[in-house]
């Protein structure tokens, strides 16, 4: 979010910060097109993906130590199918550890993709999780309205309350 906010802001002249997103949906928090998002997000993912900085410090560890408690990391993304390969490279350059890289094209839910526990940013990603599956809300400037059970300030925090 803040390479595309750097490039936004470059583009519009405007000098909006993460803070300033309060809606998952960006197009009603900054009332742009969802094409103008689209465009956007597919620049910075073919040109700008070397400045993408890791979510927190040690995101390559933390990955690693939840492997090492024996669960299967899969990273599901929605993102268009151009940018696929400068996703890939993106985390080996950061060397983020998972064992499935899902992208996904379509509307699918993620809920719908197997997995024990998601831990993810956007509401509405978690709205369908249903049990046996849990979720974990990371939380953002975007859901902090959004009422959630378990709720932690980074991946390092959701390692540390799993089993």
Request: proline share 5%; with cysteine.
């Amino acid at each position: 979010m803040i390479t595309w906010l750097e490039e936004y802001n470059r583009r519009s002249s405007t000098n909006i910060t993460k803070n300033d997103i309060t809606h998952w949906d960006i197009s009603k928090a900054l009332w742009i097109s969802v094409d103008e998002i689209s465009r956007t997000f597919n620049y910075i993912w073919k040109y700008r993906w070397q400045n993408i900085p890791p979510t927190e410090p040690n995101l390559n560890i933390t990955t690693r130590e939840i492997h090492k408690k024996g669960y299967r990391i899969s990273i599901l993304t929605k993102r268009y199918r151009s940018s696929v390969k400068y996703v890939a490279e993106w985390l080996d350059t950061h060397d983020i550890y998972c064992d499935d890289l899902i992208f996904i094209f379509d509307g699918t839910p993620k809920a719908k993709y197997s997995f024990d526990v998601l831990i993810d940013d956007a509401p509405i990603n978690l709205i369908d999780v249903a049990s046996p599956k849990s979720a974990i809300l990371v939380n953002q400037p975007w859901n902090k309205d959004f009422d959630w059970p378990v709720r932690v300030d980074s991946l390092k925090e959701a390692e540390q309350r799993l089993l």
